[in-house]
């Protein structure tokens, strides 16, 4: 195990890094309620500053003194000063990094939550891709190279005329390397791709590339065959083909992936980050790291677990993509017309303030049209009247786990007036009004009674028992993400509120107010 | 530290970060994802250990150069991440209950 000492880290350091991940650790604990989470952020910025400064003391760059070595220093190894230079180098790419992403952080709309995490994520496989990179050409200052002890190994790595070949590398420490590389770059590509169809600069739509399914398996067998390669040869070529052609499959996994899978994608790209994260600990022997990584990866890995239970679907078909394309061509041809009814925003303002309990459903759509402060404007005109107002959440509603609540919280919408699908699902029979927004698919009933539908079996509002149901929409011709027709359109407690979603709140208030 | 150690304390972190995510309610979902980003960005460890090496030749020149990269790409994410997490944590609030005084008022007036 000799070989595989790592000089350089005092065990000080090893136990400050390990500091940091239980810091880490109370940060993600701290997020089991709103009023602890504070404080759990708070410690894992301190986490953060811990490892942070750790490395900075014990890596302080070096360099040879540049007065020139004194006769006693050659004789005894060679006189290092600190490189205030190097140092400065490393304080400004902080500054400049910190700088932007303060800023993005401060100036970001919390509508455009998902594409940002999406941006981040993209940003952690990179920094992964490039920190691998620089242990695979600089070896030596991660530590990771293999002390050769026996005379017959070292003959055997000597090249012809006695030349010495390059450093070797230790080889657990290229697995770990490589498969840091080829997930961080993954997740890069994945992310950017996410980010573009979240951001809305590309369609959200699936692309379906014929045969993608045995492109994607090739490919991953490619990877896995260049991963042995490098394995034996530490060869350049072969960690450049390992980077490129994960590149590509991250994109290629991505870009059949629908808008409304989007909370899966984020979830599993979320995972990822952190599994590159921890094989990069792997490789440097970072007990942070590796905390983080397992911390990270677990939690999203249960993210997408969590997604995919609320979808009713498996998260092979999520990653198999092409969910909306899919289901397009059953649902399309049994269009009829069907007699729906149409309500103004008097209608709704007048039954809404004689109602006792109203549950409002926000989805993506309440998003899109920015409509939730107006929205909490509206309940709390009703609340004034007497009515009790409540929010229900789905797990998917939105483009990323949590999504509506983020968005209620920055409308002022107190947290405890907001619950989860199982915990209110039960109150629409006593509701006098279900109160649609922006939502669709996770209200209709076909996912309860159609087999035949394509969101069988995901877990739906009961809204189809409420006595009136009110239904903020578009248009009459759109109809869901999955692509299938709504029976709650028809029924006869249904009052279709076609128009704007934030128009048709702002009318409803001021219907409300006179 | 020999790999089966490592390993080992990767196997628990597993199981502390299974046990700790499903704790977390899931209203908190997305600055979950925010701060796992933030703290994802640990990496930044690597990347500062790659910018302060010193070394020569090309490989190590080209090395330090990535590493200052990452060590900016890794500082984006937790100064942004931590940001982003802190601002949306902010906005989480109770439902401000009501004083005795206000409520009287209320009454006074129905």
């Known amino acids: 195990m000799n070989a595989m000492e790592h000089s350089a880290t005092p065990s000080w350091a090893m136990l400050a890094y390990l500091i940091a991940g239980v810091l880490f650790i109370l940060a993600l604990r701290g997020l089991s309620s709103p009023s602890s989470s504070r404080a759990g952020n708070r410690y894992g910025m301190i986490g953060m500053t811990i490892a942070v400064l750790t490395t900075l003391v014990t890596h302080f760059p070096l360099a040879l003194n540049p007065f020139g070595q004194s006769p006693a220093a050659i004789e005894h190894g060679l006189e290092v000063v600190p490189d205030f230079g190097a140092f400065g180098l490393i304080l400004l790419a902080i500054a400049l990094g910190g700088g932007i992403g303060w800023v993005t952080a401060r100036k970001i709309a919390m509508t455009d939550m998902p594409q940002l995490v999406a941006a981040f994520h993209s940003l952690v496989g990179l920094a992964a891709v490039l920190v691998g990179w620089a242990a695979y050409l600089n070896p030596e200052a991660f530590g990771i190279v293999e002390v050769v002890n026996d005379v017959a190994t070292a003959l055997a790595r000597t090249g012809p005329e006695g030349t010495v070949l390059p450093t070797h590398i230790h080889p657990q420490s290229l697995i770990e390397m490589a498969l840091g590389i080829a997930i961080g770059a993954i997740t890069f590509s994945g992310s950017v791709i996410a980010f573009l169809k979240l951001a809305g600069k590309m369609s959200g739509a699936p692309i379906m590339l014929p045969a993608r399914h045995a492109i994607n398996i090739v490919l991953l067998l490619a990877i896995a065959f260049f991963i042995f390669g490098f394995f034996m040869s530490q060869s350049m070529v072969d960690i450049a083909l390992i980077t490129v052609l994960s590149f590509v499959i991250g994109f290629l996994l991505i870009i059949p992936i629908g808008g409304a899978d989007m909370p899966v994608v984020v979830s599993m790209l979320n995972s990822y980050s952190g599994w590159a994260a921890a094989a990069m600990g792997f490789t440097l022997h970072n007990t942070a790291m590796i905390i983080t990584g397992a911390l990270v990866g677990s939690s999203g890995a249960i993210l997408s677990y969590i997604m995919c239970k609320a979808m009713n679907r498996s998260f092979v078909s999520v990653i198999a993509g092409g969910f909306g394309a899919a289901a397009e061509t059953g649902g399309g041809a049994a269009k009829e017309q069907r007699p729906w009814k149409r309500g103004s925003a008097e209608d709704a303002a007048f039954l809404l303030k004689e109602a006792e309990n109203v549950i409002i459903i926000p989805g993506y759509g309440m998003a899109v049209a920015q409509a939730q402060h107006v929205l909490r404007e509206m309940a709390d005109t009703l609340k004034k009247e007497g009515v009790n107002v409540k929010y229900a959440i789905h797990p998917v509603a939105g483009r990323m786990p949590g999504h509506m609540n983020v968005l209620l919280a920055e409308a002022n919408v107190p947290y405890d007036e907001v619950f989860e699908l199982e915990d209110i699902n039960g109150e629409f029979a006593q509701a006098d009004v279900a109160f649609i927004i922006g939502a669709n698919d996770v209200v209709n009933p076909a996912a309860k009674t159609d087999k035949s539908s394509p969101i069988y079996g995901m877990p739906v509002f009961d809204v189809d028992k409420a006595k009136t149901v009110m239904f903020i929409k578009r248009s009459m011709s759109g109809v869901g993400y999955s692509g299938v027709d709504n029976d709650v359109f028809y029924m006869d407690q249904t009052m279709m509120l076609l128009a704007d979603a934030k128009k048709m709140v702002e009318e409803i208030v001021k219907s409300l107010q006179h | ?110």
């Open chain 2, 1 to 110: 530290m020999d790999f089966i150690s490592i390993l080992s304390i990767f196997v628990m972190a597993c199981f502390v970060g299974y046990y700790v995510v499903w704790s977390v309610t899931p209203a908190l979902h997305t600055p979950l994802m925010a701060v796992t980003n933030a703290i994802s960005s640990v990496i930044v460890v690597g990347a500062l250990i790659a910018a302060a090496a010193s070394g020569i030749g090309t490989g190590a020149g080209v090395s330090k150069w990535l590493g200052l990269g990452a060590v900016v790409l890794a500082s984006i994410n937790i100064f942004g991440g931590f940001a982003v997490t802190a601002r949306m944590l902010a906005m989480y609030k109770k439902k401000e209950r009501q004083t005795p005084a206000a409520s009287a008022k209320r009454e006074e007036r129905a």
